[in-house]
């Protein structure tokens, strides 16, 4: 005689909820194929490889291991494959030299990637100081070396600071910035007379990335250390757009600044905020310019400041986005991608030139910096990726169409895998915690196949129990059904042999 279930309506469990944020997954696993990996190569210190795994350890973390020639080891961070073994690992270089063996797998058996040789990242160094200085007044001079390539690899080492003649005047050790790639050093210097001082850093490089010479800096000191300063680039590039910054003393001044071009005004003007005039201006002309900050107060008072840059012909090429997904890999520009509800994730985000990538998105989808969320299974929405460019690269736009579907409905059961069990045995389909899927829908069992060889049992715990009676084979499913617009439906098969 069979007895009422008693079905209980829980919230998935962590592993339920990461099935869905990886998007729709099928619940059959796609023919068995040859274990490999592609991606994996020569590359450069802190600059991201995509490898993408096919074939290994199916449902199981896979890591990139490699050694080098010191016998150095590295990892990357673990990633699941999904059911049939497929992976996306990004992996970044940390040192240079010569890795002589790598593998992915280490739950069954590993791939081989065979040897690589990772480079140390090239630099470029920037001195930065203000256009004007007080004589006597200590004034902050700021060292920086940026990875390029672009790499996330923090330079480390020491920068040397010498003046005109080639003088050292400081030896200054490097500090991890905030900014990915970057690291900095500075020093209060203090203008012994009026007159212009040059300044230029030398970064002597370590083991990962390589040295570098920043251009001459020049400040003018005066007596009165002047009352406005103009920070701009020392090189642009025509078309692509650059910041610039006028800084007014105090910051309690009211009033407007207007920027100039070789003595030309370049904009309209521009008011004081604490002190600060911001301005973007999009270079038109090549060569070496003057330009210049002139600034008005409410009260009558006015002041004036100049800084010579280099604009260079043009970009090199228009900037490219990478936009990887975890778990899938690389976006491609105006592709479609199929996402099922629930589907949760953040994109790993590069450029060409070094600049950060902002997402904006139009229709049922949520964009929060670079995470994306999908928590509808029907219509499109348009995902755009902007780049403001940087020096050499124009900035650059691309797009990429999102179709969302129903998310695919996952339960955690006790059943154990399909296989061989004695008469006779009672095996525990579903524990009195579980019963429901990670969408709310409640799960029901029945047999399929076996007629009175197997039979499902409802004990008084709220579990779900299979008795085997004779042998033979059963076939037990359980089920849940699909929500409309929402969720598909789901479907979970075990046959069990008796003997």
Known sequence: MRHPRTTFRILASGAAIAAVVLGSLTAV?????AASASGFGNGTVGVPQVVNALGICPSAQLTLSATYANGVQVSSAPVWADINGNATI?????IAGTITSASIGSTCTPVLLGAAVISSTPTATLISAPNTAQVGVPTQITVT?????????????TVVVR????NVLITMGL???SINGQSFAYWRWTPPTTGNFLFQATYSGDANAQASVSPVDIVAATGSGGTITLTAPGTMTIGVPTLLTAT??????????????????????????????NFTWTPTVAGSVVLGANYMTNAGGSGSTTDRVTIAA????QDFITLTQPGYGTWAPNGTYTLGNGTVFTFGASTLSGAPVALTESGPCQVSGLTLTIDTGSGQCSLVAKSAGGPGYAPTTQGYLIVMVPGQQTAVLAAPNSGRFSNGRTIRLQNPSQGATNAGQNVTWRVTNGGNRCRIAYPASGAVNLRLQRTGNCTVVASAPAVPNAWSSFRLQRQYTIR
């Open 29 to 33: 696993a796609a023919p068995a194929q």
């Open 90 to 94: 990004t992996w970044t270089p940390t």
């Open 145 to 157: 070396v940026q990875s390029q390539s672009p790499s996330s690899y923090q330079p480390t080492g």
């Open 163 to 166: 003046d005109g003649n080639g």
């Open 175 to 177: 500090t991890p910035n």
């Open 248 to 277: 007014v003393v105090p910051s309690t001044v009211q009033g407007s600044v207007g920027f100039t071009l070789n003595g030309a005004p370049i904009s309209a003007s521009v008011p004081l905020v604490n002190g600060v005039a």
């Open 314 to 317: 043009g970009p090199a090429q």
